[in-house]
Each structure stands twice: as C-alpha cells, then as structure tokens.
C-alpha cells in the first residue's frame, strides 16, 4: 500500500524569504505521479506542482518549486519569495499510473507574517 | 462551467439523523470521488466510481453508502450520523482518459457537525 507522510504540522516564514515543505512517500510502484495542493482557508483545493516520476527533472511554477529525490523517495516542495497569499494548508498527493486513488499526507500548515 | 458542485454547504445534524450530499460535475468526468478531511489526518477517501452504476470502498467506508445512478451525480449518504463523523468533506471528479495528467477538480466542500 502506499503511504504519503508530511513530518511538519505546521511552518512560518517571514514574507520574502525562502520556505521548504517536506513529503516522503512509500511505494512499490515504479511509474506514479506526485502532487503539491494548496488549501486557503476558503477550503478550495489548489494544485500548486506537479511531478512525473519518470522525469528527473524537478518540476517548476513561478515561485514554486520542487526537490524529488525517487531513490530516497522524497518531494520537498520550495516557495520562494513568500507572499501573504501564501498562507495555507499544503497537500502532498500520490498517484500511481493506471490506478484509481490519490493518496494525500496529513498537510502542512503554512504561515506567512508581514 | 461550475466544474464540481456540492449541496450543502454547512450542515448540522444531531447524532441519529441521516442526510445526503450531493455532487454534481458539468465535466463529462467518469471517475468521482468522496474524501472527508479532519485535523492532522489529512484527506482520506471515503469511496469512489469509476463509473455510472459502480462504486467501491475507500479507506475509511464504514457509515456511508453511495450511489451513482446518473453519471454526473454522485451521493454519499450517512444513514445514522455519528459525532465522529463529523467533518469536512469534499467531493472530486477525473477523466478516465486522463491518464496523462490526473488532474482532479474539487468541490468546495461540505462542513458537517454531528451533535
């Protein structure tokens, strides 16, 4: 069975500066994809970055990127130049290809003060 | 497009009673999907459809029912709701032919209290 795990209930940062969610999951699957989704607290579910898992390299959008390590079986996600909107709960989501479930970690809870 | 609409809202039922959320996707979308989220444990499926007429368990399927007889409804049902079923629940839709992706379209949720 896979397993998604974020080890970090909740983070701060100051806006501007640099923050690094991390995840970590389990599988046996070779071909999946990983997610980063973002919950403001209007509760509206956002992707934020996607992974391939074939693809070595780590996946970019503006201000959000991604560290994937496959061997060690781990997807940090890195915001860059903070802002307050920001402000969120942060998925991790696993998916394996040609199956019907996606797995979520247990988030993170982001803060970004002035 | 409305893209993944959930009825109601915000619920509040006493401990006994039973109700039904609706979801409904404008999307074409065959696979749907019911995830209730509680403090620390994340989003954890509750059952889902691959398709009109099918549905299958999740992880956490006990005191819910489902069904999905029209392919762009599907309901979850709580037949004697129970104070730990309260929650956040969302509702979620995906192409089949979306293999490329996997992109899922979520509801807005539904905030249900058990009392």
């Known amino acids: 069975a896979q397993t998604v795990t974020q080890s970090q209930p909740e983070m701060s940062v100051q806006e501007a500066e640099t923050v690094t969610l991390s995840c970590t999951y389990d599988t046996s699957e070779s071909n999946y994809y990983l997610f980063w989704y973002k919950q403001p607290p209007s509760r509206q579910m956002i992707l934020v970055i996607r992974?391939?898992?074939?693809?070595?390299q780590n996946a970019t959008e503006n201000r959000f990127s991604v560290n994937f390590q496959k061997a060690a079986k781990s997807f940090s996600l890195k915001i860059s130049d903070s802002q307050l909107g920001d402000t969120a709960m942060y998925f991790c989501?696993?998916?394996?290809?040609?199956?019907?479930?996606?797995?979520f970690g247990t988030g993170t809870r982001l803060q970004v003060f002035p | 497009n409305a893209g993944v609409t959930q009825t109601p809202k915000f619920r509040v039922l006493k401990t006994g009673q039973s109700m039904t959320l609706l979801c409904a996707q404008d999307m074409n979308h065959e696979y749907m999907y019911w995830y209730r989220q509680d403090p620390g444990m994340g989003l954890r499926l509750i059952h889902y459809?691959?398709?009109?007429?099918?549905?299958a368990k999740g992880e956490v399927p006990d005191g819910y029912n489902v069904s999905r007889l029209k392919k762009q409804n599907f309901l979850l049902g709580l037949e004697s709701a129970a104070p730990s079923q309260t929650s956040v629940y969302f509702c979620?839709?995906?192409?089949?032919?979306?293999?490329?992706?996997?992109?899922?379209?979520f509801g807005s949720g539904t905030r249900l209290t058990v009392v």
């Open positions: 989501a696993f998916i394996a290809y040609n199956t019907d479930k996606l797995i």
């Open positions: 459809s691959v398709g009109e007429g099918t549905t």
């Open positions: 992974q391939e898992a074939y693809k070595q």
């Open positions: 979620a839709s995906r192409h089949l032919r979306d293999s490329v992706t996997y992109g899922y379209t």
